[in-house]
DNA sequence: AAATAGTCCAACCGCTATCGG
DNA sequence: TCCGATAGCGGTTGGACTATT
């Protein structure tokens, strides 16, 4: 078991004070990001480097947008949740100023209870068969279709495929643009296949057209 | 006004992946 | 090839805040 990296006598711990913001801030500024756990210690901060990192990505990055999520937003957090599942940071790529913590907190605290309201499995998507809510009589019958998407959690290279190839349909259409539209188009893809029996079929898409 | 319950989110923890010696 | 150090990721927790009773 190795030790864990934050157990060093005098480390702070907690809630992160201005000075120590600014300490980062003004370092990274200076010195670029590179190895957090110097950084920490050259910054004259008495944080482990781990949580250095945590804070600057989370939080005093230039580039975070902060505040509500729009609706183009949260769609999209769901139709990449229905493609990847938890893979918070792969998500939170696709979304720009938009941290993976971020995401991962609006998912559970905001459209996990969403679709748990709208009698959809947030695991997978699929629809309950005791849906909760008024909303329910909006969606198709259950089908067993976003699973067919999921591909297992053993399985790696399945889902670096599938977010290298969302990436480079972003990069063709424009970085800064949220496009909703994931079809793929390449014929004979698999990926493909599923995204289109997904299209046809997935609840919680459905939901939004 | 006080107590309690519910919600949100920053931060931590533990694990795996990656890299360099 | 092995091993240790570090980065990065996802799950979880704890405290602050808000709503409800």
Redesign the pocket.
Known sequence: ???????KQGT?????SKQEDQKLIDYIRTHG???????SEAAGLH?????C???W???LRPDIK?G?FAQDEEELIIKLHAL??????????RLPGR????V???W???IK?KLVKMGIDPNNHKLNQYPIGPQTQHVVPPRNVACKLRVSSTD?DGVSDAASYLKDETLAAGESNLDLDLSIAVPSSPIKNIEENQKKTDPTLLLFR
Request: proline letters at 2%; glycine letters at 10%; one cysteine or more.
């Open positions: 078991m190795r030790k864990p990296c934050c157990d702070n711990k907690g809630a992160w990001e590179g190895c957090w756990r110097s950084i944080r482990c480097g781990k949580s990192r945590l804070r990505i989370n939080y902060r509500n990847l599942g938890n893979r918070w940071a792969l998500i939170a790529g941290t993976d913590n971020e991962k907190n609006y559970n605290s905001h209870r790696n």
